[in-house]
């Protein structure tokens, strides 16, 4: 098997449903490659640095970042994608754009800001993502947004209703119709999931939220901390802690990889249109799954919902709060750049959350002050 061959169910920029703008075609990239670079020098994604992944930026400068997270995906799902033989360029094309949507303050800013617009159709970082990368971004002088392929905008919507769905067009048919999106698309949205349960392991003990001896009563992890104290004893517990996660990164990788050839071989489809007809065939294994279940169900009791996590959570909910209602009472206060739209009393609701999404955890804070602080000026 040549790993470098794409298989004949792998997505194919030359077989791409296309771009919304029609674009001459790039010359020295692919249409996948020119997705990827867009995404890259988007403002968006430069914003991700300083957005919550569990932690503020200023609770330390080692925590993961939704940048540092979305990098880190990238790389598991590149990997993952040779294996098998997917097109790398997609898969990193969305894994790089799928949380350019999200607000600051992690899941405590969108939960709050979802609470905000109840009455306006509500918020979801997912469809923001996609708002993101068609509409929101301003680069180009003959459209809006970065007019990404349909492949890479439909591995950006990883989940949907069928009321919002109906709105979608093309990009909406598979919610509707019960189909899958590409294995690129599928493989990202796993490679999130390896990424982020392991790093924040690694922040969860880095920050004394969490301890080694917690750990050790999910199996997953204590099979491979015992594996590394066998291996290699006397080593620093730091050091110990990045060869288990290593180590169980590569446990998830393997997993991923053998269970989805599996799945393939037994699907055997001969081309993308297969894939969107079959089951889902990007897939860990039963066991793998259930381990890995049992580390998210850990990170969620003992981490996400951690005192001084909560805190900080509640803190950003009140911030995100004040700010929706006060954009929304006084348009007049919003910068001049985002005022005009959001002067419009029948979409309002929307320009005000797009910005306010669009915020890092900074800048949210330092607006905060500026609003409702008499000493900030």
């Known amino acids: 098997m040549n790993p470098y061959q794409l298989a004949p169910y792998a997505a194919k920029s030359s077989e791409s449903r296309g771009r919304v703008y029609d674009e001459p075609a790039p010359v020295t990239r692919t249409a996948f490659q020119r997705d990827r670079d867009r995404i890259i020098h988007c403002g968006a994604f430069r914003r991700l640095e300083y ?20 990098l880190e995906v990238a790389q598991i799902a590149r990997a993952v994608a040779r294996n098998l033989q997917l097109n790398g360029d997609l898969v990193e094309a969305i894994s790089l754009a799928h949380d350019l949507g999200h607000t600051p303050f992690g899941h405590a800013g969108q939960d709050a800001l979802d609470a905000c617009m ?3 159709g509500g918020f979801e970082h997912n469809l923001q993502s996609l708002r993101v990368v068609e509409q929101l971004e301003q680069r180009y002088g003959t459209f809006d947004g970065l007019n990404l392929t349909f492949e890479t905008r439909e591995g950006i919507l990883k989940h949907c209703s069928e009321d919002r769905a ?9 919610f509707l119709e019960n189909g899958q999106p590409s294995l690129e698309a599928q493989l990202a949205n796993l490679a999130d999931e390896i990424a982020y349960i392991n790093h924040d392991v690694d922040d969860g003990l880095r920050s004394g939220l969490i301890s080694i001896a917690q750990l050790q009563e999910i199996a997953f992890f204590a099979r491979h901390w015992h594996e590394v104290q066998a291996a290699m004893p006397g080593i620093s517990e730091r050091r110990m802690i990045y060869e288990t996660t290593r180590r169980m990164i590569s446990a998830l990788i393997v ?12 699907a055997a489809p001969s081309n993308i249109e297969d894939v969107r007809r079959a089951s889902q065939l990007i897939a860990f294994s039963e066991g793998m799954a259930e381990e890995a ?9 003992n981490l996400y ?4 996590v909560n805190r900080m959570s509640s803190k950003a909910r009140l911030i995100i709060r004040r700010l929706f209602h006060v954009f929304m009472d006084d348009p007049t206060l919003l910068p001049p750049d985002h005022r005009a739209q959001a002067g419009r009393e029948d979409d309002r609701a929307r320009h005000v959350a797009d ?4 915020m890092t955890d900074r800048y949210a804070m330092r607006e905060y002050r500026r609003l409702f602080e008499v000493e900030e000026v």
């Open 51 to 70: 957005k919550t992944q569990v932690f503020v930026n200023h609770e330390g400068d080692l925590f993961r970042t939704r940048l540092t997270h979305s």
């Open 118 to 120: 109840k009455d306006y």
């Open 166 to 174: 109906a709105g979608l067009g093309e990009l909406g048919y598979r």
């Open 255 to 266: 997993d991923l990889t053998r269970s989805s050839q599996e799945n393939i071989r037994e």
């Open 293 to 301: 279940g049992a580390l998210k169900q850990f990170l969620f009791h």
């Open 305 to 308: 919902r951690h005192y001084q």
């Open 355 to 358: 910005y306010i999404a669009g």
